[in-house]
C-alpha cells in the first residue's frame, strides 16, 4: 500500500489556525504512508498538477487529500484523478480540516492536533477503499406523463417536440385538466379554453404523443432508464378506431339526466357523452354506471343510431405494458370537498352557495347560462355577491394548513368578472391577507379594487339564508366590527388538495409525499422538479399548489430534465452501493424490509459451496435502484451486506484509528 | 402434562410416519440418567418408542426443524415455546409453514433435571400452549401470563455503576462457547456476526470487551424477534441470566412501538426495527 | 502431614504470601479456581469444578509477541515467557491427570511449547483424592481413580477433620517443607508409623463406567459410519463441551492490529465451531456438523490415543453435565463399542 | 475468576484507556475523545455551514461522515465506546427529512432500543447520544457539540466509570442471585 498524503492550505483558510507542516509530517509516521506534501491551493489547476505528478512520480496507490468538505470538492478531485492519473478515483479520502477544523477551532494546537486525528482517520479509511467501477445503463427514450392537465400537457409536448415518444396518461375521459373548465386566466383574462384546447389538440396532433384517456397507472417496476410500467384502459364501450365523434350518440341517448361533471354539476349530460365538445380525445364514451344497456341489457339506442358501428357493449378494460425511461408525474389537485368541513355556511345546503370552479362555469360563455351571471336557485342575476377567500386554506382545524397560493388572484378575476357582467352589482370579499406576489398581479388586484370590490379582512364565521338570500356574518378585523352583508350568492374560493388517489400512486412509484399529501421533491431549492426517486419527475399542483405560469414553467423544466436523460442515453450508475456476499446470506427479508428504493429482492441462486452445488434463496440487489443509504447492511445480522465506499471495514478502521 | 402423554404422542408420531405425512419426527428421549433428556430426531415407526415427552424436556427442540430442511415434512411435538420459534423460523424464511408438522401439546413448565424446581424460563413463560399446530394432543392449559420484568425491575432501579458491575460480572463469566446463540431460535443466520473475521468486528481474546460485545451484539440482533423461550439461558453452560437482556429490549420494544409481539407473524407488520412509522416517539430532537 | 481442615486457610495464607495460591471458589456461583484470599475459605467438598483449572496453565489468550512500525521500521518485540511460581491447590484427580496430557501436547515429541513450559515449570499442582464421585464421573474408566494422581507434586487425602498431605515429587517435598516453614502452626508431621498412601482404587469408585476396551482400535472404521449423523443430528455444536474440557487444547492465532502496530496472540478454539476449519478462499471441510462431532471424538479416543497411547479424556464428566443438548461421550463411547461389536458380527446394534 | 487469561485482553483495554490521554502524555490534562457519525446529507452539512459561519466550538469532536445515520451500526457505536471514545454522537437528518427517504427512521428506532439496553448495562447516560441536526442548523450543531463536549468532560474519561470493587462484589451476589433453576447445572 502507498498512499499519499496531500494537506492544504487554502490559503490561510486553513494554515492560519492549524500547522498544516506538522499535519504532513506527522501523516508520514501512519502505516501505509509514503508521502505526504502540502499546497498552497490544492484544488487550483497548479495544485491538481502537483497532486497527479505526485501520485505519479511515488507510484501512490491511494491518496488523501486533507482540505476543505468533501461535499465542496470530493467531486472534484476523483474527476483529477479519474482524468489525469492511472488511479481508480475512489481511491480517495477527503480529511474535512477547513469546515469542521480550522474555521471552528481558534488554538493552533488544538487545531493541529485534530487535523492530524482527521488525517489519521482518512488514511484508515483509504486503506481499505477498494476500486469502485461505474456502469453505463441503457435509457429507454420514452417517456410516460401521469396527467393531462396543463402540466401533464406542456410536458408532453416539450419532450414529444425534442423528438421522444411519450405517453400523455389520462384517468378522465378527456385531457385539458381543472384549465380547460375556467373561463380566463388572471392577470392578463386571456380566454383559459382559447389557450388550452389549443394545447390540448396539438398534443392529440403530434405523433410522438399516445394519449390513453381513461387510463391509470396499475403497477411500477425497474429505475431510472428502465422502468416497467403496466396501464390499465378502461373499457370505453366505443371503438375509436371506427368512431367519427359525430355526436348523434349523445343527441339520441334517452339518459340525460346525469349531472355534468365539466360544469361542476350546474347542467347535465347523457350516459355516452363528450365531457365537452373541445374534448380530446375528440369521441365519446358511455358511462357504464349510468347506461341503461349496460346496466339492465334493454336499450342499445346509441348502437342503432351509430353510423359507423362504433359501439361495443361488451367493451373491456386493456392492460398494457410498456418500458419507459421517464416518468413525470403531473397528477394535479381537486378542491377540497368543504361541504363536509364547513357546517357554519351551509354545508352544501344553499344553492347559491357556490365554488370558484363553479362560477367559472357560470361565467364562461359556453357554460350552463352561457356566461351570464345567473345563481343556481332562481337563475336571477345576483345583486350582491359575496367573495369567501381560504375555504380550506390556511385552516388546519378545518381544513388545511397550507396557503392555496392561487385563490387570491381568481378571487380578484372572480370579482373583477362579476363587476363587469353585473354593472349594478355589489361584491364584497372577504379575505385573510392579499398575496398577489406575481408579474402583473397586484396591478389586477388593486384594478379590482378601482372596480369597486369592497374588501373584508376577516374570516366568514357564518351563512344563513334570509328571506330569497344570504347572510354573511363575520367580523372586520380591521375595524373590529361585527359584518353582515346581505348576499345573493357566496363564492367561496375553496383549497387545492392533491387529487384522489395519489397516495396509491405515490406508493406505486416509490415516491415520498409531504405531510399535506403532494409529492415531495427531492430539493426544495435545487432539486424541485426530481424527486428521491432517480427518473421521477414532478410537474404541476401534484408537486404543491400552484398557478398556470408556474406549472407551466415546471412542466418545461421537467421537460427540459427527462429530454436531457434522454439525450445522455445512457446514465453512468453510482458505484457506492450496496453489495451482498451470498454465502453469508440467510435470505431472511429484514435488508428487503428496510429499503426504501426496493432495490432489494430475494432470489433463488444456485451456489457453489463447499464444492458442491445448492440452490437457495438469497438478497440481490438491483444496481439501477440502489441509492447507497446503507440501511439494509445495519438490518443484515450476518454482515452479508455491505455499502461499497462506506463498508463496514472502513469505518470501524477510522473508529480503530481514533481510538489509538 | 398428562400422564400418557408419552403413548399419545408416540402413537401420533407412529401414523405421521407410517402415513409418510412426515419424514422425520423430533421430540426427546431419556439420556442416560434418571429425568435427563436429550432431543432426538425419528425417522422410521419402529422407532418412535424411544420416545418421551414428560415434564423432564427441557430442551427446546424447534431449531432442530433447520437441519432437516428439504427432506420432506418435519414432525415435532409443539409446545407453546416450539410454536414460537416455528413461526419465528417461518417469519424469518428459513422454513415454510408447510415444512413442519406440529402435534401440539399445552405444557404446564419443565422442572430441572437435578432438582425438580421449575424452570426459571418456564415460570416465566407467556405462552403454554402452542399459538399454531397441526393438531393438538390432550387440553390446552391454563396460561397464567407470569410478570417477567422483575429482573429487569431490579436492574433498572440501580445505580449506573451498580449495573456496569453487574453486566461487567456476567459479562466476564461467559465463555464465549455460543451455546446461546446456537439453541436460539431467534439467531436463524446462515453465518454469524460474530463468525465473521473482520477487523473491529469480534475480538477472540476471550476478554471483557468481546464477551460485552458478543452479548450485547446477540441479544440487540434478537431484541426484536426474541421468542421469550428463554433457551439461551437455560443452554448457557455458566448460568448467565440472559433472558434479562432480553425481557429489557422486550418490554422498552412494547412500550415505545406498541405490543410486542416476537413471533413475526402478527397481523402489525414486519419485526419492530424493521419498519417504523412517522409518528414514532421522539426523544433525539 | 497432617493438615487440620480449620487451619486450612492459614495455611493457604501463608503459602500466598510468597507465591499465587489457586483455589477451588465460587465466582457469583460458578465454581472455578480463584487466586486465594486471606481469610476466605476454599471449597474444598466441590468435586469437579464448573471451570477446569486447564486455565492456569494454558491461557484463554497469550500475547505471543507485538510489532509496531516507525517511520517505516518493522519492529517486533517477542512476549515475555517467564512466569513466576505458583501454586494450584485442590486440584481432582482428574484434572491432575488433564495436566499430564497437555504436557504431552506440549512438551513431547520434540514440540515444546515454551509458553506452557514456562508456566508448568512454574506450578506446583496439589491433589485432592475423591471421597465420593459426582453421578457423571467416570474417571476409573478412563484410566484415572477418584483416590491417585500420580502426576501432582503433592496429594491431600481426607480424613474426616483433616487431610493428609504426601509428596509424590522432589518438588512437592519442598513444597511440604516450605508449608512447614511458612504456617508452622498449620501443620504437623504424620502419625509416627503412618505408613504411605497410595489410595485405594476400590473405595472410592465411580459409578458411572464405561468399556473402554478396543475402542481406540474400532475408531478408524467407524469413520464412515452412519452413527455420527445421529450424534450430530442431536448436538448443537456450540463449544461448551470444549471449553469445559480440561484437556482440550486446540487454539486458533488472532491479531490485534491497530493502525501502526498490533500483536498476535493465541487463544482457544473449539473443533465444534464452523469457523475452525474454515480457509481463506471460503472452502471449509468441516462445514457440516457430522464431521465436526466425529472429528472431536476421533481425537478424544482415537487420534489421541495413536500419538501418546492413551484417550484425551479424563472422565471428569463436565462435557456431560454442562451439553444443552444432552450430548453424552460415554454414550458415544457405548454406542463405538456396540458398533463394533455389530461390524465384527457379534452382536446386532439397535438404536 | 480466570486471572492470566485476561492478561491479552487487559493489555488491549489498558491501551485503550490509555489512548484517551492525548499524546502528550502524563503532563497534559484529559481531553475527552468524542466521536460524532453524521450523515452527509444533513448534519455533515450542518457541520460545514458552523464552519462556513466561523462558529466555534470545542476542538474534542472527531466527524464520522456516513452517506445516512441509518448506515450506523450499533456495532460501529459500541466499538467506539469500548475502543477509547469517552462519548458517541449519532446524527442524522430531522424524522421526515431524511435524504434516503426513510433511514433515519430505521435509525430512530435502532438507537432507541440500543441506547436504552447499553445504558441499562451500565453505560452512564450521557456518552451516547443521538440527535437530528439539519443542514441549516448550524447553531444547532455547534450547541450539541458544546453540550455533549460539556458533558462528558464532567464525567471524566470512560476508564473512570469502571466499577468500585465493592460494586463488584455486590454484583457478584446479585448475579448468584439471578440464576434460576435449570441454569448453570
Same mark, same amino acid.
Not at chain 1, 223 to 248: H, M, N, P, Q, W
Not at chain 1, 479 to 501: Q, Y
Not at chain 2, 12 to 40: K, M
Given at each position: ?660 | %402434562? ?173 465463555? %464465549? ?107 433525539? %430532537? | ?351 | ?185
Amino acid at each position: 500500500m502507498r498512499i499519499g498524503v496531500f494537506v492544504c492550505h487554502c490559503g490561510s483558510n486553513i494554515a492560519g489556525t492549524v500547522d498544516v507542516e506538522r499535519v504532513a509530517r506527522e501523516a508520514l509516521k501512519l502505516p501505509g504512508v509514503v508521502f505526504s506534501d502540502t499546497n498552497k491551493y490544492t484544488c487550483s489547476a497548479p495544485g491538481q498538477e502537483s497532486v497527479c505528478s505526485a501520485i505519479k512520480e511515488n507510484a501512490l496507490d491511494r491518496v488523501v487529500i486533507a482540505s476543505c468538505s468533501p461535499r465542496m470538492h470530493e467531486a472534484t478531485f476523483r474527476k483529477m484523478i479519474a482524468e489525469k492519473t492511472d488511479l481508480n478515483p475512489y481511491m480517495l479520502e477527503i480529511a474535512n480540516i477547513r469546515e469542521q477544523c480550522s474555521w471552528v477551532h481558534k488554538d493552533r494546537e488544538q487545531g493541529t492536533r485534530k487535523a492530524c486525528d482527521l488525517v489519521a482517520m482518512a488514511v484508515a479509511k483509504v486503506s481499505c477503499d477498494r476500486e469502485l467501477f461505474t456502469t453505463n445503463l441503457p435509457v429507454e427514450r420514452r417517456a410516460l406523463v401521469i396527467g393531462g392537465g396543463i402540466a401533464g400537457i406542456q410536458a408532453a409536448l416539450d419532450i414529444a417536440d425534442a423528438g421522444f415518444p411519450v405517453t400523455l396518461v389520462e384517468r378522465e375521459s378527456s385531457i385539458g385538466g381543472k384549465m380547460v373548465m375556467l373561463d380566463k386566466t388572471f392577470p392578463t383574462m386571456d380566454c383559459s379554453a382559447c389557450i388550452c384546447t389549443p394545447k390540448m389538440s396539438e398534443a392529440a396532433e403530434n405523433p410522438n404523443i399516445e394519449i390513453k384517456s381513461l387510463t391509470e397507472v396499475e403497477s411500477v417496476s425497474g429505475y431510472i432508464g428502465s422502468f416497467d410500467v403496466t396501464l390499465r384502459e378502461k373499457a370505453k364501450y366505443v371503438d375509436y378506431d371506427v368512431c367519427t365523434g359525430c355526436g348523434l350518440c349523445e343527441t339520441k341517448c334517452p339518459t340525460k339526466k346525469i349531472p355534468s361533471e365539466f360544469n361542476q354539476g350546474l347542467s347535465t349530460r347523457t350516459a355516452i357523452y363528450k365531457p365537452f365538445p373541445q374534448a380530446v380525445p375528440s369521441k365519446p364514451t358511455i358511462d357504464a354506471e349510468h347506461c341503461k344497456k349496460l346496466q339492465s341489457g334493454k336499450c342499445g339506442v346509441c348502437e342503432k343510431v351509430c353510423p359507423t358501428g362504433a359501439i361495443r357493449y361488451d367493451d373491456v378494460d386493456r392492460v398494457t405494458t410498456q418500458r419507459y425511461g421517464a416518468i413525470v408525474v403531473a397528477s394535479g389537485y381537486e378542491l377540497i370537498d368543504w361541504t363536509g368541513l364547513y357546517g357554519e355556511y351551509g354545508a352544501g345546503r344553499y344553492p347559491d352557495v357556490i365554488t370558484g370552479l363553479q362560477f367559472e362555469r357560470i361565467v364562461n360563455a359556453s357554460g350552463p347560462t352561457e356566461g351570464h351571471i345567473l345563481r343556481p336557485s332562481d337563475r336571477t342575476e345576483p345583486k350582491t355577491t359575496v367573495i369567501v377567500k381560504c375555504v380550506g386554506s390556511r385552516d388546519p382545524n378545518k381544513g388545511v394548513s397550507y396557503c392555496s397560493r392561487a385563490c387570491c388572484m381568481y378571487a380578484a378575476k372572480h370579482a373583477h368578472q362579476y363587476l363587469d357582467k353585473v354593472p349594478d352589482g355589489t361584491c364584497y370579499v372577504f379575505y385573510m391577507d392579499v398575496r398577489c406576489a406575481g408579474k402583473g398581479y397586484d396591478e389586477f388586484y388593486m384594478r379590482t379594487l378601482q372596480d369597486g370590490a369592497i374588501y373584508v379582512r376577516g374570516r366568514v364565521s357564518k351563512i344563513y339564508p334570509e328571506g330569497d338570500g344570504l347572510v354573511c356574518m363575520g367580523e372586520d378585523t380591521l375595524s373590529g366590527e361585527i359584518v353582515r352583508v346581505k348576499a345573493d350568492m357566496v363564492v367561496l374560493e375553496t383549497a387545492m388538495v392533491p387529487s384522489r388517489g395519489s397516495d396509491v400512486l405515490a406508493s406505486k412509484l416509490n415516491v415520498q409525499r409531504g405531510p399535506e399529501g403532494f409529492f415531495t421533491e427531492a430539493h426544495p431549492k435545487l432539486r424541485p422538479v426530481e424527486t428521491n426517486t432517480a427518473g421521477v419527475y414532478l410537474a404541476g399542483v401534484a408537486q404543491g399548489p400552484k398557478d398556470i405560469p408556474d406549472t407551466v414553467a415546471q412542466a418545461g423544466a421537467v421537460a427540459s430534465k427527462v429530454i436531457g436523460l434522454f439525450a445522455r442515453g445512457q446514465i453512468e450508475s453510482n458505484p457506492m452501493l450496496s453489495k451482498v456476499d451470498v454465502s453469508r446470506c440467510s435470505g431472511c427479508r429484514a435488508c428487503v424490509d428496510v429499503c426504501p428504493y426496493g432495490a432489494l429482492g430475494l432470489v433463488q441462486a444456485n451456489l457453489r459451496e463447499n464444492s458442491r452445488k445448492v440452490t437457495r434463496t438469497v438478497c440481490q440487489v438491483n444496481e439501477g435502484l440502489c441509492q447507497g443509504c446503507g440501511a439494509c447492511s445495519v438490518a443484515c445480522r450476518s454482515g452479508a451486506l455491505d455499502l461499497l465506499g462506506f463498508s463496514d471495514e472502513g469505518i470501524m478502521q477510522e473508529v480503530e484509528m481514533l481510538c489509538q | %402434562m398428562t400422564a400418557n402423554l408419552t403413548q399419545q404422542i408416540r402413537d401420533r408420531a407412529r401414523d405421521l410416519l407410517q402415513s409418510g405425512t412426515v419424514s422425520c419426527f423430533i421430540a426427546w428421549e431419556p439420556a442416560r440418567f434418571e429425568h435427563w433428556r436429550t432431543p432426538v430426531t425419528i425417522e422410521s415407526p419402529d422407532e418412535v418408542d424411544r420416545i418421551v415427552v414428560d415434564e423432564w424436556c427441557d430442551q427446546l427442540i424447534a431449531k432442530y426443524a433447520l437441519q432437516r430442511r428439504g427432506d420432506g415434512r418435519i414432525g415435532m411435538v409443539a409446545r407453546g415455546c416450539e410454536s414460537r420459534a416455528v413461526e419465528r423460523l417461518v417469519a424469518d424464511r428459513q422454513v415454510s409453514r408447510q415444512d413442519v408438522y406440529l402435534v401440539g401439546v399445552g405444557c404446564t413448565g419443565m422442572l430441572d433435571r437435578d432438582g425438580g424446581a421449575p424452570l426459571k424460563k418456564c415460570e416465566e413463560c407467556q405462552r403454554r400452549n402452542p399459538v399454531t399446530y397441526d393438531e393438538m394432543v390432550g387440553e390446552t392449559v391454563e396460561e397464567p401470563r407470569p410478570y417477567r420484568f422483575g429482573e429487569v425491575d431490579r436492574i433498572e432501579s440501580m445505580e449506573p455503576e451498580q449495573r456496569r458491575a453487574f453486566f461487567d460480572r456476567m459479562f466476564s463469566q461467559c465463555a %464465549m462457547c455460543f451455546a446461546c446463540r446456537n439453541v436460539c431460535p431467534a439467531c436463524n443466520c446462515r453465518s454469524c456476526f460474530a463468525d465473521a473475521e473482520r477487523v473491529g468486528w469480534l475480538e477472540k481474546d476471550f476478554g471483557l470487551d468481546a464477551s460485552r460485545y458478543w452479548g450485547l451484539m446477540r441479544a440487540f440482533h434478537t431484541g426484536d424477534r426474541c421468542i421469550e423461550c428463554g433457551e439461551c439461558e437455560r443452554a448457557c453452560p455458566m448460568g448467565l441470566p440472559l433472558m434479562t437482556l432480553m425481557h429489557k429490549q422486550v418490554r422498552d420494544i412494547d412500550r415505545l412501538f406498541g405490543p410486542y409481539e416476537g413471533g413475526g407473524l402478527s397481523d402489525a407488520g414486519p419485526d419492530p426495527l424493521r419498519s417504523y412509522r412517522t409518528d414514532d416517539v421522539e426523544e433525539f %430532537m | 502431614m497432617i493438615i487440620d481442615k480449620r487451619d486450612i486457610c492459614a495455611l493457604l495464607d501463608a503459602i500466598g504470601r510468597d507465591e499465587q495460591v489457586y483455589v477451588p471458589g465460587s465466582v457469583a456461583g460458578v465454581t472455578q479456581f480463584v487466586e486465594h484470599e486471606p481469610g476466605v475459605e476454599p471449597l474444598l467438598d466441590v468435586r469437579t469444578t464448573k471451570v477446569p483449572p486447564k486455565e492456569l496453565l494454558f491461557p484463554k489468550a497469550e500475547r505471543l509477541y507485538r510489532w509496531k512500525t516507525h517511520e517505516g521500521h518493522l519492529s517486533i518485540e517477542q512476549a515475555d515467557v517467564a512466569s513466576r511460581p505458583f501454586t494450584v491447590f485442590g486440584m481432582r484427580p482428574c484434572d491432575v491427570a488433564s495436566v499430564e496430557r497437555l504436557d504431552q501436547v506440549f512438551l513431547t515429541k520434540g514440540y515444546v511449547d515454551e509458553f506452557y513450559q514456562a508456566r508448568r515449570q512454574a506450578a506446583t499442582l496439589v491433589a485432592l483424592a475423591c471421597e465420593r464421585t459426582d453421578p457423571t464421573c467416570f474417571c476409573d474408566s478412563m484410566g484415572g481413580s477418584p483416590t491417585r494422581a500420580p502426576g501432582a507434586d503433592v496429594v491431600l487425602r481426607d480424613r474426616g477433620d483433616s487431610y493428609r498431605a504426601q509428596a509424590q515429587t522432589e518438588r512437592g517435598q519442598r513444597a511440604l517443607d516450605a508449608w512447614r516453614a511458612a504456617a508452622p502452626d498449620a501443620v504437623r508431621d504424620d502419625e509416627p508409623g503412618e505408613a504411605p498412601d497410595a489410595g485405594d482404587d476400590a473405595r472410592v469408585t465411580c459409578s458411572l463406567t464405561v468399556d473402554m476396551d478396543g475402542v481406540a482400535q474400532a475408531m478408524p472404521g467407524l469413520y464412515e459410519s452412519p452413527m455420527w449423523d445421529d450424534i450430530a443430528d442431536t448436538c448443537v455444536t456450540c463449544g461448551t463441551c470444549t471449553f469445559v474440557c480440561p484437556t482440550c487444547y486446540c487454539f486458533d492465532i488472532s491479531q490485534d492490529t491497530r493502525a501502526a502496530e498490533g500483536s498476535r496472540y493465541r487463544c482457544w478454539d473449539s473443533c465444534m465451531f464452523v469457523t475452525y476449519t474454515q480457509m481463506a478462499g471460503g472452502h471449509n471441510p468441516r462445514a457440516d456438523k457430522a464431521p465436526r462431532v466425529r472429528q472431536r471424538f476421533m481425537h478424544k479416543l482415537s487420534y489421541f490415543f495413536d500419538r501418546y497411547g492413551e484417550n484425551l479424556c479424563v472422565g471428569c464428566g463436565r462435557c456431560i453435565a454442562d451439553c444443552p443438548a444432552g450430548v453424552d461421550i460415554t454414550r458415544v463411547i457405548d454406542r463405538v463399542g456396540a458398533e463394533a461389536a455389530a461390524m465384527r458380527g457379534e452382536v446386532a446394534v439397535d438404536g | 475468576m480466570s486471572v492470566t487469561s485476561d492478561a491479552v485482553a487487559a493489555e488491549a483495554r489498558s491501551r485503550a484507556e490509555g489512548a484517551a490521554s492525548p499524546e502528550g502524555g502524563a503532563g497534559s490534562p484529559w481531553q475527552p475523545k468524542i466521536l460524532a457519525f453524521c450523515c452527509n446529507w444533513c448534519t455533515y452539512a450542518g457541520a460545514d455551514l458552523a464552519g462556513l459561519n466561523r462558529m466555534n466550538y470545542p476542538a474534542d469532536i472527531r466527524l464520522l461522515r456516513v452517506p445516512c445515520s441509518g448506515r450506523v451500526n450499533p456495532q460501529h457505536v459500541l466499538r467506539a465506546l469500548q475502543d477509547g471514545c469517552d462519548g458517541v454522537l449519532v446524527c442524522g437528518c430531522h424524522p421526515g427529512d431524511c435524504h434516503y427517504v426513510s433511514g433515519n427512521y430505521y435509525a430512530k428506532r435502532r438507537m432507541m432500543v440500543f441506547k436504552r439496553l447499553l445504558e441499562y448495562s451500565g453505560l452512564r447516560p450521557g456518552r451516547f447520544q443521538v440527535r437530528w441536526i439539519s443542514g441549516s442548523e448550524a447553531g444547532k450543531f455547534r450547541d450539541t457539540v458544546v453540550s455533549v463536549t460539556e458533558q462528558i468532560s464532567q464525567m471524566g474519561p470512560m476508564a473512570s466509570d469502571a466499577p468500585s470493587l465493592e460494586a463488584l462484589a455486590g454484583a457478584d451476589a446479585l448475579l448468584e442471585a439471578a440464576r434460576g433453576a435449570g441454569d448453570a447445572r
